[in-house]
């Protein structure tokens, strides 16, 4: 993990190719998904593009984190964060993630003038965004409590994913060299940008691989505490970590995120 102020595009330029630029959340309940999550993180919404639904794009002190939209009321879907991958050409990397062992389940369909995207998975079905940026850049802060700090995906192994990443969007890795921690830190233009983590036997089994999206806070255990009192659920109570203190919760509708104080 590593901060994610250093990796971001930030202040009008756009993410390098294969940076995590934006984190999205599909839910049942837009009401109160919105209380709960500008409750914790002090968000506020604003519409945004509405081609998939009813959408809403949350802001701090006027900068935009994260989106947040209505899933179909005849759709059973899992309810989870997506990460969004920065792309200069969402259609040839929808066409990279096929020939590479991917499925495109959504798009490239345009969104506005915002941009264009597709919603894909890797081939241990973890699922993703791609983005390719025009008016929307993607998150325009990062680094401080409320917004995204870090994307990592949960999986068996790193080894055979990492290759379809690297693939598909350019990324050199870094593995951590241990005999008993199965971990490698993607790339992108020279700085770390995501991580994948190999749990083998420990995946969870109603979940599958998945990408975890980790918020920015100011107080791990005052966090965990607020996300209790809102209605969710700790998953994997507050602790220290080398890169800081951190937790593992879920939401009312069972997205699960983690929230970290980073070291700095």
């Not at 934006?22 to 049942?28: D, F, G, K, N, P």
């Not at 994307?151 to 994913?161: F, K, P, Y």
């Not at 992108?188 to 998945?210: S, T, W």
Request: proline share 6%; hydrophobic share 40%; glycine share 12%.
């Amino acid at each position: 993990m590593t901060e994610a102020r250093g990796s971001a595009g930030l202040n009008g330029t756009a993410y390098a190719p294969g940076t995590p630029c934006w984190v999205s959340l599909m839910v049942h309940g837009m009401a109160a998904t919105q209380q709960f999550y500008g409750d914790l993180f002090g968000w506020r919404f604003q519409p945004g593009p509405q081609q998939l639904g009813a959408y809403v794009r949350a802001q701090l002190d006027g900068q935009e984190v994260a989106g947040i939209g209505q899933l179909p009321p005849d759709r059973h879907l899992p309810v989870a964060w997506t990460p969004y991958l920065a792309s200069d050409d969402v259609d040839l990397t929808a066409q990279t993630v096929r020939h590479c062992g991917g499925t495109v389940g959504v798009g490239p369909l345009v969104a506005d003038e915002a941009g264009r995207l597709a919603i894909a998975s890797d081939p241990s079905g973890a699922v993703f965004g791609i983005w390719q940026a025009a008016a929307h850049l993607g998150a325009s802060i990062t680094g401080v409590p409320g917004t995204l700090a870090w994307n990592e995906l949960i999986t068996r192994d790193s080894a055979g994913v990492a290759r379809f990443y690297e693939r598909v969007f350019g990324y050199q890795e870094e593995p951590v060299v241990s005999a008993d921690f199965d971990y490698l830190t993607l790339h992108a233009a020279g700085r770390p940008v995501a991580g994948i983590h190999g749990v083998g036997a420990a995946l969870p089994r109603d979940r599958g691989a998945h990408w975890m999206t980790y918020f920015e806070v100011a107080d791990v255990d005052t966090a965990v505490t607020h996300v209790d009192d809102l209605g969710g659920h700790v998953l994997k109570p507050a602790h220290d970590s080398p890169h800081g203190r951190v937790a593992t919760v879920a939401d009312p509708e069972g997205a699960v995120f983690s929230v970290v104080r980073t070291s700095r």
